[in-house]
């Protein structure tokens, strides 16, 4: 527990000022840490002792977060189809030894990542870019916190055992009212829309989202026979361990964002 937190708060005092300033110190560190979730996630299916195919799949991640529009990165679909079909080619140059579902595992492994990594950086250049970060972490923290709490005292119904033993529904509830709850207070100090019932609206789906993101890294894990993703946060394992909720979220608050 001490080194767990000895890390919980280096890691604050390191990541939140970088979020603060903004621009390429920020995207940096962004760029960073998703190429080390994606390493992991290659890791666990042991896909990087293919070191072309690993090499391109970080190609593709970065191509994927980079924000500005070039020859290269306006259309991100003919990007993904690009590395799809050198993946492929590369199949058929190594005689199926890196097979079809390795190259499929791989393009869908730097979606995952990048996707999410992607919109957090998208939200972090809105007008309004640092209320609506701070507003999805605070949900994600109050819906773990209240999952956790809410589980441990009246938790008697299970979530998804075979996915993750220890999380039960009434903590899954638990943690959506914590959030809406928190998301109610920070809304009074920093509105996040003039509208309070499609902030709560938003905080519910954001809660789910943020839950679902946890299980499928778990479900990944799982899958895997691994315990956790990494072991370069001492105490709390890998950059996914941390971020898989995050990878959820911040997609689905650009959607939410867009459709509104």
Same mark, same amino acid.
């Given at each position: 527990?001490?080194?767990?937190?000895?890390?919980?708060?280096?890691?604050?005092?390191?990541?939140?000022?970088?979020?603060?300033?903004?621009?390429?110190?920020? $995207?940096?560190?962004? !760029?960073? #840490?998703? +190429?080390?979730?994606? @390493?992991? %996630? =290659?890791?666990?299916? $042991?896909?990087?002792? !293919?070191? #072309?195919? +690993?090499?391109?799949? @970080?190609? %593709? =991640?970065?191509?994927?977060?980079?924000?500005?529009?070039? #020859?290269?990165?306006?259309?991100?679909?003919? %990007?993904?189809?690009?590395?799809?079909?050198?993946?492929?080619?590369?199949?058929?140059?190594?005689?199926?030894?890196?097979?079809?579902?390795?190259?499929?595992?791989?393009?869908?492994?730097?979606?995952?990542?990048?996707?999410?990594?992607?919109?957090?950086?998208?939200?972090?250049?809105?007008?309004?870019?640092?209320?609506?970060?701070?507003?999805?972490?605070?949900?994600?923290?109050?819906?773990?916190?209240?999952?956790?709490?809410?589980?441990?005292?009246?938790?008697?119904?299970?979530?998804?055992?075979?996915?993750?033993?220890?999380?039960?529904?009434?903590?899954?509830?638990?943690?959506?009212?914590?959030?809406?709850?928190?998301?109610?207070?920070?809304?009074?100090?920093?509105?996040?829309?003039?509208?309070?019932?499609?902030?709560?609206?938003?905080?519910?789906?954001?809660?789910?989202?943020?839950?679902?993101?946890?299980?499928?890294?778990?479900?990944?894990?799982?899958?895997?026979?691994?315990?956790?993703?990494?072991?370069?946060?001492?105490?709390?394992?890998?950059?996914?361990?941390?971020?898989?909720?995050?990878?959820?979220?911040?997609?689905?608050?650009?959607?939410?964002?867009?459709?509104?």
């Amino acid at each position: 527990m001490k080194i767990r937190t000895i890390t919980a708060i280096l890691s604050i005092l390191i990541f939140f000022p970088i979020v603060f300033i903004g621009d390429w110190p920020f $995207k940096i560190i962004m !760029y960073i #840490i998703a +190429t080390v979730g994606l @390493i992991e %996630l =290659l890791h666990m299916r $042991k896909t990087t002792s !293919y070191p #072309i195919p +690993t090499i391109l799949t @970080i190609f %593709l =991640l970065w191509g994927l977060l980079y924000q500005e529009d070039s #020859i290269f990165f306006s259309k991100r679909l003919e %990007l993904i189809m690009f590395f799809v079909l050198l993946l492929l080619a590369y199949t058929v140059l190594v005689k199926n030894k890196f097979t079809f579902e390795d190259a499929g595992f791989l393009i869908l492994s730097s979606i995952y990542v990048g996707l999410g990594f992607y919109y957090f950086m998208e939200t972090r250049e809105l007008e309004s870019g640092l209320i609506y970060i701070f507003y999805a972490i605070l949900i994600i923290l109050a819906t773990d916190t209240g999952a956790y709490f809410f589980g441990r005292a009246i938790g008697k119904h299970k979530l998804w055992p075979e996915i993750s033993p220890n999380k039960t529904i009434e903590g899954a509830l638990g943690g959506i009212l914590v959030a809406c709850v928190v998301a109610v207070i920070y809304q009074f100090f920093y509105p996040v829309h003039e509208s309070l019932f499609l902030v709560i609206v938003v905080t519910i789906l954001a809660s789910i989202a943020g839950q679902i993101g946890d299980l499928v890294e778990s479900a990944i894990k799982r899958h895997y026979d691994v315990k956790d993703s990494g072991k370069i946060l001492p105490g709390h394992g890998g950059i996914l361990d941390r971020f898989d909720s995050w990878l959820f979220v911040f997609p689905l608050l650009h959607f939410i964002q867009f459709i509104s």
